[in-house]
């Protein structure tokens, strides 16, 4: 067994070797993903990320041309949580590439709202499995990036060592960014805020921000009139000074509603490359945070 | 509890009873009396036992509805204390049961030709209300190698039918199965073009285009066969898919129930270009051929399609456009008559206005080369309201010209729902 696996090893790494000068082609659903695998896999990796910063992760369509990337990929990461569902099975099948590796970086992080009871279409588009947003809690960052690096190390075990240096340096500077963040974001801790979609809990979490409710009383639904009145009513009751939403949200309802209320309407990037100059994980929520503590003071 | 009690109250009513009835004789000093008494006594305990029996009865039926009464609660209890072995045991686990997904079209039509009142252009629909079709699909993977796709319909008279049943494969053991290759085996719409591939629920209009009306017959191209779908190098999406097919269709080969079906290749490339983040191109060429039921002469078809989309990344649930253009030529060759051949094409625009909101148009014709009963042009206009991508309602008007027949106007409305498993969404 061990003279196996030990030639296996061997094996890969004489395979990997040949192929130093080749960085190792990856896709990921997201670009959040894309930038923590290109932080920790450095030029020794290829990546391309399917979805685009600035569009809504969900929709997402299956286009052939994604098909040709996950069909030349050695390695797939994606959200998990069904946030996929309705795109990547497709791309996946249609790629007719069984030695793709697919990892699902949900394994590993605390999941929030869990539906403990039955779930119906009627509550809109619920997530059975859990609200996949999570990497909006940079402390769920790290997770994903330990658990890409361990990946990356079963492909490419040569450069283990490049791969932990990596991932080494990202968790440092995270961590000390978000110390500073959560320096800056102290005031506000316990402010009441009022979001779009659902999308913001784990950020809010980690910020002890309060949400007092939705524009949307169901996921992915328009909201009704009714919902909105109330909505109003709380959020001038209770002075709510921000409402969240991300910017590939039609700002024209959120906008309505920041006019009869003193909350101001904060457009947020929810995602690497949802705006121009968020290159990399860490400045998505130096931009976040920036537009947050404005809105909040 | 309650039985106890209730077994108590019987028995102190039954020995009251006896003392009641022995009480008056115990004054009683004369013999007769006395053996009168005997005699009561001996009819008082033969009583007192029929009812011990019988409270002793009572009291097992009360027991037992109790038991019964108390199940549910209990069994449920059972079951999650148990619930890994208990199913292992039993052989029966849920978990690799396969998605299930149902999709129901409901519709409503008017035509104005007398002589299609009970048809119109759409053979499901009737005039008034009509249950179009019920779609029951499964999909789960077999083992590593496999994944399989079952869709049973169910047409308005109630007669159900295997629409397409088949699996699919991307990797075999042995390696059997070349790389960049896919492999489908079992009965499937045949990939000819882009309409044909299409369930009525996914028809970009209520009804299908002429020209594969003409060619494929109400029912569209579905065969049983095999196929192998390979991906070119190419540094865009190029694809080239074979198929044998049974050559059962009734349209394009004269197929009935007593003919033997003679076999019938398909081959198509398809291409797909990115132009920009919003907007796609494809470009498909199909070819299918075979020897037909009429004393087995040859009939054939070639298409060509191209398909421009555009959709906004950053408005993707809101704005949206897809023309569509697919052309088709056909010949269906036959004894001592000259080869009946044709074509047509359609050309539609589907533009998502708001989040919840189509507006579509489509242009139909029909003989280009022209067929044996002449011309036919049609044009249609559709209003949808999608709620949700589980449901739809739609609205259609479309007017025909034919060459040898009066023109036709048709209005048609469709409900289109799903429940279920989440379907992922071909582009």
Known sequence: MRLLSSSVLCYLFLASSAMAAQPVPVVTTTTDIAAIVKAIGGDHVAVESIAKGYQDPHFVEAKPSFVRVVNRARMLFNVGLELEVGWLPLLIQGARNPSLMVVDLSQGVSVLEKPSGPVSRAQGDVHPLGNPHYWLDPRNGVIMARRIAQQLKTIEPGDSAYFDQNFTAFESDLTNRRKRWEEQMAPFRGAELVTYHKEWEYLIKWLSLNVLGYVEDKPGIPPTPRHLEELVQTMQQRKVKALLASNYTNPNVPKSIADKTSAKLVMLASSVGGEESIRNYGDLFEAIVGKLAGALK | ?427
């Open chain 2, 1 to 427: 509890m309650n039985t106890r009690i209730s077994k108590n109250v019987l028995r102190f009513v039954a020995l009251v009873a006896v003392v009641i009835s022995i009480a008056p004789s115990l004054g009683l000093a004369q013999e007769s009396v006395i053996e009168e008494l005997k005699h009561q006594v001996t009819e008082m305990r033969a009583a007192m036992q029929k009812m011990i029996e019988r409270i002793d009865q009572l009291e097992k039926e009360r027991e037992a509805n109790a038991g019964s009464a108390n199940t549910p609660p209990a069994e449920p209890m059972q079951a999650t204390a148990a619930t890994a072995p208990a199913s292992t045991a039993k052989g029966v686990t849920n978990s690799f049961n396969p998605a299930i997904s149902v999709n129901g079209l409901f519709g409503g039509g008017f035509s104005s030709n007398p002589a299609t009142t009970r048809r119109l252009s759409d053979p499901t629909f009737h005039n008034g209300f009509n249950f179009q079709e019920a779609e029951v699909q499964f999909t789960a993977d077999v083992d590593p190698y496999w994944k399989a796709n079952f869709i049973l319909a169910v047409n308005r008279d109630g007669k159900a039918e295997i629409e397409e049943g088949y699996v699919t494969s991307e990797q075999l053991p042995y390696d059997l199965l070349p790389s960049d290759t896919s492999l489908k085996l079992g009965k499937f719409f045949a990939g000819f073009g882009k309409h044909n591939l299409l369930h009525a629920h996914q028809f970009p209009f209520i009804d299908r285009p002429l020209i594969n009306q003409t060619v494929f017959g109400d029912e569209g191209l579905k065969e049983p066969g095999m196929g192998l779908s390979y991906l070119l190098p190419t540094s865009w999406f190029s694809e080239l898919t074979f198929q044998g097919l049974a050559g059962e269709n009734e349209s394009l080969f004269r197929a009935s129930e007593d003919s033997k079906p003679r076999g019938a290749y398909l081959g198509h490339w398809k291409n797909f270009f990115d132009v920009s983040d919003s907007t796609t191109l494809e470009i498909g060429n199909s070819y299918i051929g075979g020897r037909n039921a009429t004393g087995g002469r040859f009939s054939q078809a070639i298409g060509l399609d191209l398909t421009m989309k555009w959709r906004p990344p950053q408005q993707a649930t809101e704005k949206g456009l897809i023309w569509q253009n697919e052309y088709i030529y056909f010949s269906r060759n036959r004894d001592r008559h000259p080869a009946p051949t044709g074509g047509g094409l359609y050309s539609s625009l589907q533009y998502q206005f708001a989040r919840n909101w189509w507006i579509q148009g489509r242009y139909d014709l029909l003989g280009v080369p022209k067929l044996e009963d002449g011309r036919k042009q049609r044009w249609s206009t559709l209003l949808a309201l999608v709620p949700s991508e589980f449901s739809a309602l739609r609205l259609q008007y479309s007017y025909l010209t034919q060459e040898h027949a009066k023109s036709v106007n048709e209005i048609m409305l469709q409900a289109n729902f799903t429940i279920g498993s989440h379907p992922a969404h071909q582009y």
